[in-house]
């Protein structure tokens, strides 16, 4: 598989978002190599999308990363305790990413079981298994990715992305995006994507 370079994220969030399903995400850490294919992501459009951190072109010291270079890491804290990550897209000062909102585990199990549970994976229940990255804030504590990897440049860093075979355009459910009650007509826009037939997708349309 081959690393994916700038170009590839130099598009709209909207377009990156479901270009990045069935993608690896990688990540060199101490516990190993950890994989992850991206299975649900969440497109954030910037200045005019009241749910993104850079609705109005708020720029701050958070959100600074955003207004940066596509291809970027954009990791932050939600509720106090959980790490979310996003992935830079557009271009240098038009501030959208992507949220990766859920990986379906394929290499560094047994990692990612002591990361997200403390426990050996021999252990698991079948929920547990699927409920191991299935979500924003597991899928940073199974990969082990914290606010240290904030910045981080996706092209040139131990986390990148490999490209791989994308999912068939019939496997690809298009929604709204999850707990964005804060965001008015946003709420409504369908800019959330995922792939139906993996059983690690955080919440699916009824």
């Known amino acids: 598989m081959i690393k994916l370079n700038r170009d590839f ?3 709209s969030s909207l377009e990156l978002a479901k270009n990045l399903l069935g993608y690896h995400l990688v990540h060199i850490t101490e516990h190993g190599r950890l994989i992850g294919k991206i299975v649900e992501t969440e497109a954030y ?3 005019h999308d009241k749910a993104a951190h850079s609705y109005n072109n708020t720029r701050t010291k958070r959100t600074e990363v955003m207004f940066g270079s596509p291809g970027h890491a954009y990791v932050y804290l939600i509720y106090g305790m959980y790490n979310c990550m996003n992935i830079v897209a557009a271009e240098t000062d038009i501030p959208q990413a992507v949220l990766i909102r859920a990986i379906e585990p394929v290499e560094g199990m047994k990692s990612m079981a002591q990361l997200r549970y403390k426990k050996n994976l021999y252990e698991f229940s079948k929920k547990e298994i699927v409920g191991l990255s299935n979500g924003p804030g597991k899928l940073c504590q199974a990969m082990d990715i914290s606010r240290n990897e904030n910045g ?4 040139n860093s131990k986390l990148f992305l ?8 019939s496997d690809i459910v298009t929604t709204t995006r999850i707990n964005i009650g804060y965001a008015e007509e946003a709420i409504d826009f369908p800019y959330r994507f995922y792939i139906n ?4 997708v955080s919440v699916r349309v009824k």
Request: net charge neutral; charged share 25%.
């Open 197 to 200: 037939s993996s059983p690690h």
């Open 9 to 11: 994220y130099r598009k």
């Open 162 to 169: 490999l490209e791989n075979d994308p999912p068939a355009k």
């Open 45 to 47: 459009m910037g200045i």
């Open 152 to 155: 981080l440049d996706l092209v």
